[in-house]
């Protein structure tokens, strides 16, 4: 089976040649370069570009003459072989031949999303390296692996949040049908594949745009990137909405990803009738009706509002969204930890805990002493578990910290074991990041490579000492932060897959496959069936009891995370999971829990 996205941008094959098409609305003069040679390109109206070449073949090189001398990749370019500021490869996407005509993806109850940086997660830092790893995923109990950003970035290493040509896959990891290969040979072993999509900024090397599409941005909003992307502006029409509403449906068109995650969309300003995010979400529902396509959203705004429900308990837009709040909960109760965003849940963890279990949002409208106690966020008891992602760590969580270091190095074992049991058998969809089923040793730092650019990459190592300098434990001395240029930063965050045959990471995998299966075994049936609604109580202090009810049972999980002991009301239920210091007649110890589920046909 072939796959290839039609779309008015960047090259297409066409039945006469190779068709080019370049928006340049404020570019005076514009030239088609293909392997060294000029060709004219027509001003075909509304600030197009478009001619179509005969003879081109896939692996020609391309670019776009500007004013005279500047020679810019596309901007929908496929590929880019020789980083941000060489020329396009015009790329056949019709030559992979797929395998997975039947897939057609699974249902979004069934994830438990495994996130990757594809650099850091093998010693290759490949596509290929990776796809030798599905196997310890599907043994693991994986379903679902969520590719961070892969849109081409300036240099060779990079988490991703840096790409300035989205529809390039970046080099440094292999070509394009190696990343086709990588995803056709998940379906082939049960697992989705999702990628982390950035539509809020470009990176601050290697964009183009400003030199022939000044009003693909806007000064009318501004974003802690600088100006704002023109979402809404009459002088970008619908195409800069299009350029991003085409990206996604081409990754999962032509690469036949099961879902997207879209970056920070809380940065996406947007002042028309109908936000980019509605039209976005209705665009990729109506295109893949067959399909089960799953787009979570990270937004620091807890909007609910994108997360609603049909009559069938089915996304209307977005499937879910990082909860954020429930990380920030768990956090502050394993490590004690305060500053920053933290501070709002340091005044009651266990009652935004509770909160968060059974209602998401542990911020529904409420003031956040974060934000100068401005309201954040909206009610969201009326949504199912399925509607929110959690996890206990994520790239950012870990990444942002001066050193990187990963929760197992800053949390008690015994408290981490009852965090990550509270995290993979709530009915919520659980996500793990890399090496984290095993406490991998390796932390997960910040990296970056502008090369040659050295000016913007001594301005990145500086800003980051003093980002850090506030912090007590840096104040006077940032020397001991990893430089986030140099190549051993990024070599250092690379997991030890070997590692985990060692112990004691072995048992911690070990516990970590064993509870997936009874997540596997006897969560995902229950959420299956229609969600009825849930509730959170503290029966006693540090003491989490919540109770989730569906059509075809009960789910309860009770969680000591006090200094006393608690004797649990068993109600009748089945014991699926406890802590190995639970004492008959449910006598819960500090820092341990169970789960228990009831009701089921």
Known sequence: MRRAHTMRFGSEFAEDGVRFALWAPT???????????????????????????????????????????????????????????APSEVIDPGAYAWSDAEWTGRPWEEAIVYEVHVGTATPEGTYAGLEKRLDDLVDLGVTAIELLPLADFRGTRNWGYDGVLPY??????????????????????????????????????????????????????????GAGINFDGKESGPVVRDYFIENALYWLKEYHFDGIRFDAVHAILDDSEKHFLAELGETIRKTFPERHVHLILENEANQARWLERDDNASPVLHSAQWADDLHHCWHVLLTGEDAGYYESFADKPVEHLARCLAE???????????????????????????????????????????????LSHLAD???????????????????????????????????????????????????????????????????????????????????????????????????????????????????????????????????????????????????????????????GGQVIWSSGAVRQAMQLPSWTGVFLIGGTK
Not at 34 to 40: A, N, S, Y
Not at 366 to 379: A, I, K, S, V, W
Not at 383 to 399: E, I, R, Y
Not at 444 to 449: C, G, N, Q, T, Y
């Open 168 to 225: 390039a896959p970046d080099a440094v990891y292999g070509r394009p049908d190696e990343l086709k290969r990588l995803i056709d040979t998940a379906h082939a072993k049960g697992l989705m594949v999702l990628i982390d999509c950035v539509y809020n900024h470009f990176g601050p090397a290697g964009n183009y745009l400003h030199a022939y599409a000044k009003t693909f941005f806007t000064e009318r909003h501004q974003t802690p990137w």
């Open 413 to 571: 074992p015994k408290k981490l074991a009852l965090a990550r049991a509270g995290l993979l058998l709530a009915p919520q969809i659980p996500m793990l990041w890399m090496g984290e089923e095993w406490s991998a040793s390796a932390p997960f730092l910040f990296f970056v490579d502008f090369a040659p650019d050295e000016e913007l990459n001594k301005a990145v190592r500086e800003g980051r000492r003093r980002e850090f300098k506030s912090f007590a434990a840096f104040a006077d001395d940032t020397s001991v932060i990893p430089d986030p240029t140099e190549v051993q930063t990024f070599e250092d965050s690379k997991i030890d897959w070997d590692e985990a045959e060692t112990e004691p990471h072995r048992a911690i995998w070990a516990d970590t496959r064993n509870i997936l299966q009874i997540r596997r075994q006897s969560v995902v049936p229950l959420t299956k069936s229609r969600y009825l609604g849930a509730e959170a109580k503290i029966p006693a202090p540090g003491v989490v009891d919540c109770t989730w009810r569906y059509a075809d049972g009960w789910l309860r999980f009770i969680a000591n995370v006090g200094d006393a002991e608690f004797l649990a009301d068993a109600e």
């Open 27 to 85: 570019a005076k003069d514009v030239t088609l370069v293909v392997d060294g040679t000029d060709h004219p390109i027509p001003d075909v109206g509304e600030g197009w570009r478009r001619t179509t070449l005969p003879g081109v073949k896939a692996g020609a090189r391309y670019g776009f003459r500007i004013d005279g001398d500047l020679v810019v990749p596309d901007p929908a370019s496929r590929f880019q072989p020789d980083d941000v500021s």
């Open 360 to 406: 998401g949002f542990a911020y529904q409208g409420e003031p956040f002493p974060t934000l100068d106690n401005h309201p954040r966020g909206e009610p969201s008891a009326h949504l199912p578990p399925s509607a929110f992602v959690t996890f206990l760590q994520n790239h950012d969580q870990v990444g942002n910290r001066a050193l990187g270091e990963r």
